[in-house]
């Protein structure tokens, strides 16, 4: 490896961070050499939390962890000094906290008459067992840009499963078949306990606070160059030849362009997409704006690389329908502990041992989640704070006349008060709901063709690598940590050509025991 070689990384995503410390860590290169370009105040990505317990606090979305899986997350992390407990790493705080803290949802799904449904039975018929075996079993070539809906009857789609299922990973019945297969063999361990949720693992705090902040102080202290308000506005790559060689970055901070020329031994990671590009929040009074990639730049780059070249994959088919990939959530901070201990006594979870309970007959199709308190490192002993979302933001709601993307925050809470027949000025007497729009937020999802998905280092790339949940890697699924934590060690060890073995994707799904649980579930 070259002494002088430095790398630059496109995004401060959960991908090009670990991608930095695979580099430090593992590669030997010296945290000085590489920079993170971000074209927002603050780092992560859409690993967010912010806000405060006065103005009220915000987080677009909480991700779900397992132990059983996330093994290059879990490797980096073990790696990652703690910032609360001395002589301890995220990972080992995170496991014990989860030791303590056990997910067993006792409420996963509750009907229109707050009624706490049994959903040990999956609810399939014959014909559903048949289908959904067919589209497990069946090859991606088969598969292709098929929809699930394209392997599933609407029948399925009422099911227990259905509704367990698709509001735990945010499935859309549009959404694509090859997505939907790979999270079957992916969580077939958690196929037999979706009802509660016993494999769900979560982080102490929210995972801006879990996982980003420690890994960027970690970086910080490696001497990491972090340049936030600066976007990369093009890649300019060399001609002659079939080898892709990017000789330029041009970026644009407080107004001012700037050229920085990349050597040949010179790396450029590009975080390519974004999940949570042009997301609002609301307040309230007030509904979030409704935004596209028009007003916002993070589509802008991809497209830009890619237009002509096949080979670095085809933004249109993520980005494209805003209808079919939004969807809103909804922060809301408590000044007491009201409506905490009236779903605990509901659900007969203490928060944080729940996980989502889920409103099956709501228009708008919400959930909700108490995570353990404090979810966030800054927040007060009197301070609660929960989390909810909608799959179908778009739909007219149950007690509010109009759909939940219209809706500000004083429309949502009364939204949620009437499914469990709270009284609104009771339990909400001191709460602040902060709505969310997300026009992109399953985008990944979006059916697609093999090629839409750039290669994480295209065929004859030299120095040029995407980062991201846009690109294509065997096995695993987006819309996980794992994933681009997965993708950026994959990126690393080729470049750096380091012979360190990657950890394997745990195949559970090929054991005797998680088939035949899973056998057993289906037919319950």
């Not at 690389?305 to 249109?316: D, K, V, W, Y």
């Not at 704070?385 to 509010?400: P, Q």
């Amino acid at each position: 490896m070259s002494i002088n070689r430095k790398a630059f990384m496109i995004g401060s995503g959960i991908g090009s961070l670990a991608a930095a410390a695979f580099m430090i860590r593992d590669g030997g290169v010296p945290g000085s050499h590489i920079t993170i370009f971000e074209a927002l105040p603050v780092f992560g990505g859409s690993l967010d939390g912010g806000g405060n317990a006065k103005s009220g606090y915000t987080m677009r979305g909480g991700r779900m962890l397992t132990t059983d899986n996330y093994e290059c997350t879990w490797e980096l992390f073990k790696s990652i000094p703690s910032l609360e407990h001395p002589g301890k790493s995220v990972y080992d705080e995170t496991v014990e906290f989860n030791e303590v803290m056990k997910s067993c949802s006792k409420a996963r799904l509750i009907d229109r008459n707050r009624t706490i449904l049994d959903v040990k039975s999956m609810g399939f018929s014959m014909a559903d067992r048949t289908e959904l075996l067919a589209l497990a079993e069946s090859s991606e070539e088969k598969l292709g840009a098929t929809r699930i809906t394209d392997w599933l009857s609407p029948e399925f789609f009422t099911t227990n499963f259905w509704y367990m299922w698709s509001t735990t990973f945010a499935f859309q019945p549009w959404h694509s078949a090859v997505e939907f297969k790979r999270y079957l063999h992916r969580f077939m361990k958690e196929f037999s306990r979706i009802e509660t949720l016993a494999g769900v693992k979560r982080t102490i705090y929210n995972q801006f606070d879990s996982l980003v902040r420690p890994l960027v102080s970690w970086l910080t202290a490696q001497q990491v160059q972090f340049r936030r308000g600066c976007t990369v506005t093009d890649i300019v790559l060399g001609s002659g030849g079939d080898s892709i060689q990017v000789t330029e970055l041009k970026t644009i901070e407080s107004g001012h362009t700037e050229t920085i020329s990349i050597q040949s031994e010179d790396l450029v990671l590009f975080q390519n997409g974004s999940m949570t590009d042009a997301s609002t929040f609301g307040s309230m009074s007030q509904a979030p704006d409704k935004r596209t990639k028009a007003d916002s730049n993070g589509w802008a780059l991809w497209e830009k690389l890619a237009a002509g070249r096949p080979e670095f994959g085809n933004p249109a088919a993520f980005n494209s329908s805003i209808a079919e990939s939004n969807w809103p959530s909804f922060t809301v901070t408590l000044s007491d502990r009201v409506f905490f201990d009236k779903m605990e006594n509901l659900s007969g979870n203490k928060a944080g041992t729940g996980g989502l309970v889920t409103f099956k007959d709501s228009n708008w199709y919400m959930s909700i989640v108490l995570a353990h308190q404090p979810h966030y490192v800054s927040q007060p002993n009197d301070v609660q704070v929960f989390w909810g979302y909608a799959l179908h933001g778009d739909r007219v709601g149950n007690f509010v006349p109009k759909p939940m993307s219209d809706c500000n925050g004083e429309e949502i809470l009364r939204e949620l008060s009437g499914h469990l027949n709270f009284d609104q000025e009771l339990v909400f007497s001191k709460a602040n709901c902060i709505p969310c729009r997300m026009p992109y937020i399953t985008s990944m999802f979006m059916p697609r063709s093999k090629s839409d998905r750039p290669l994480p280092i295209p065929k004859n790339s030299r120095n040029l690598a995407f980062v991201s949940q846009f690109v294509e890697i065997a096995d695993d699924v987006v819309f996980i940590v794992e994933y681009s934590v997965r993708v950026a060690q994959m990126v690393v060890y080729q470049l750096l050509e380091i012979n360190r073995e990657i950890p394997a994707i745990s195949r559970h799904d090929k054991t005797t025991k998680v088939k035949f649980d899973a056998l057993l579930k289906a037919f319950a």
